[in-house]
């Protein structure tokens, strides 16, 4: 039933046999990992429970039960799972490697690396120990020893280990090493969790402007909605070097990319494919996100051109994306009528996926106040969020000095023509980063975007302070342990000295 995909029929499969109240543990395990191997990962959580409760001794079935915990992000569960494994077994490396990743979660970095050390003191072989030692001492900042690790999981695994090359290509690029990290990126598909899939495409992969110039090309978008802003930025390149460019993209922007790049063809992203896509005249397919291997010298000239003039860097730049004039119009009125002469701030404070790791990286509205100087008028660019946090704003506005409006007659959703338009006439955009800075930046609007990261950047800065594809966009970092509000105190001074300079 997995290999051949028939999920209805391995769950009714799995209820037989769970009212069969089995004893043989080898068949409560090996069905267990049948139900991982879908990634229905909840419901494998909720059948090694039972298998637990069942076989109480029995480590394999805590260990998947741990696995199954913290894959649901329940990882209280899965660390005192690990350890009651571990004190048991003390070289039960499986379960290190659980402790570890969880330690890791909880930034408790030099325990996952002690971990990692004592699970390759066993096993000094292990790909997956060795990736996540590399993946913690990158997390600590140590990014010689991290590239060195990484290398070697892909040895251990006779080059093939999609994982630890995936992981490589973002650490390579974070040093600014774009053509090799780029070719490592091609294994995202098959690295794990990684969501989106590759486009069922006919044709043959673009093998590059040099191998194949001028060709008809379709192209794919990829990966959500900041990042196909964020790779607009190669559309140019991409038309300049061939006759046709076709381009797949969110429905949602087709009418900004259309308006923005008149000549190539846009095809809003539907199931199944479009017809469009697989004519006859085009030649390439290309994701999106393997065309800048081809474009490293581009986007270094970029980098350099930015370095040369530093005092234009987190401005107002001229936008990439071209905005609707009406839009436009519209909101300067509303946003003159509603605020008068008050500079205007965008905001967004959390996406609508939530889990452990992501909200490391999100506020609630009474730490966000703490990022707004006294005298904006703040914008609520957040689509998903509850009356109680609008109200929240409100209330929190009314004492500290500023005027926080829910913009009228727009779906921050679903009407991002709209939406360019409103944020390319704010003053500023403030937030984490979440597809609104993205589109912030594109429409050349300054985005002040505080993150958590212990090692203090971020891969898409390409080894600079900022962000090449971004430049009006300025980071601001925090360690995972430290409080929000220094931080965004310092995001408020920066803020109140754009918008309030002395006179």
């Known amino acids: 039933h997995v290999k051949s995909g028939d999920l209805p029929a391995l769950e009714v499969l799995v209820n037989k046999f769970v009212k069969t109240e089995s004893d043989d543990v080898y068949a409560w395990n090996e069905l267990g990992l049948a139900i991982q191997s ?93 990736l996540n030692l590399g993946l913690h001492l990158a997390e600590s900042g140590d990014r010689s020893g991290a590239l060195r690790f990484m290398r070697r999981a892909i040895d251990l695994s006779d080059g093939d280990n999609p994982q630890a090359a995936y992981n490589l290509a973002l650490e390579l690029l974070a040093g600014g090493e774009i053509i090799e990290g780029y070719r490592h990126y091609r294994m995202r598909w098959r690295a794990d969790r990684f969501l989106p899939e590759p486009r069922p495409l006919p044709q043959a992969e673009w093998p590059g402007p040099v191998v194949a110039p001028r060709p008809h090309l379709a192209v794919y978008m990829e990966q959500g909605m900041g990042d196909e802003v964020m790779y607009s930025w190669y559309l140019p390149l991409l038309e300049a070097d061939t006759r046709s460019l076709t381009v797949e993209c969110d429905r949602r922007l087709v009418t900004i990319f259309e308006r923005s790049f008149p000549r190539v063809s846009f095809i809003p992203r539907e199931d199944p494919l479009h017809s469009a896509l697989k004519a006859p005249t085009i030649e390439y397919q290309s994701a999106i996100a393997s065309v800048p291997e081809f474009y490293a010298t581009a986007l270094n000239h970029m980098i350099r051109a930015q370095q040369a003039s530093p005092e234009r860097l987190c401005r107002r730049e001229a936008p990439r994306l071209t905005a609707d004039p009406e839009r436009l119009a519209h909101w300067r009125h509303y946003l003159k009528v509603t605020f008068g002469t008050r500079p205007c701030l965008g905001v967004v404070w959390r996406s609508a996926l939530r889990n452990h790791k992501r909200d490391k990286q999100y506020v609630t509205p009474r730490q966000m106040v703490g990022a707004l100087p006294a005298g904006v008028g703040v914008i609520n660019l957040q689509y998903s969020y509850d009356a109680e946090e609008a109200d929240a704003f409100s209330a929190l506005g009314a004492r500290h000095g500023f005027q926080f409006e829910t913009p009228p007659e727009i779906d921050l959703k679903d009407d991002l023509d709209d939406l360019f338009a409103l944020i390319q006439c704010l003053d500023g955009v403030v937030g984490p980063l ?70």
């Open 38 to 130: 879908v990634y229905h990962y909840q419901q494998t959580r909720k059948f090694y429970r039972l298998a637990s409760r069942r076989f109480p001794t029995q480590l394999d079935i805590m260990h998947n039960y741990a696995q199954a915990e913290v894959d649901c992000d329940n990882l209280v569960n899965g660390r005192r799972l690990a350890r009651q494994i571990l004190v048991q077994n003390p070289t039960a490396v499986r379960s290190m490697n659980i402790l570890g990743v969880v330690e890791g979660s909880y930034d408790k970095l030099q325990t996952a690396i002690n971990l990692f050390n004592r699970y390759l003191i066993v096993v000094p072989d292990s790909p997956q120990a060795t």
């Open 434 to 503: 979440i597809s609104v800075p993205w589109m912030a930046a594109a429409v050349g609007t300054p985005a002040f975007v505080f993150r958590t990261e212990a090692k203090g950047y971020i891969w898409q800065q390409l080894n600079t302070p900022y962000i090449p594809w971004a430049p009006s966009m300025r980071l601001f970092f925090r360690a995972p342990t430290a409080p929000w509000g220094a931080v965004l105190g310092t995001v408020k001074q920066v803020i109140a000295r754009e918008l309030f300079p002395p006179i």
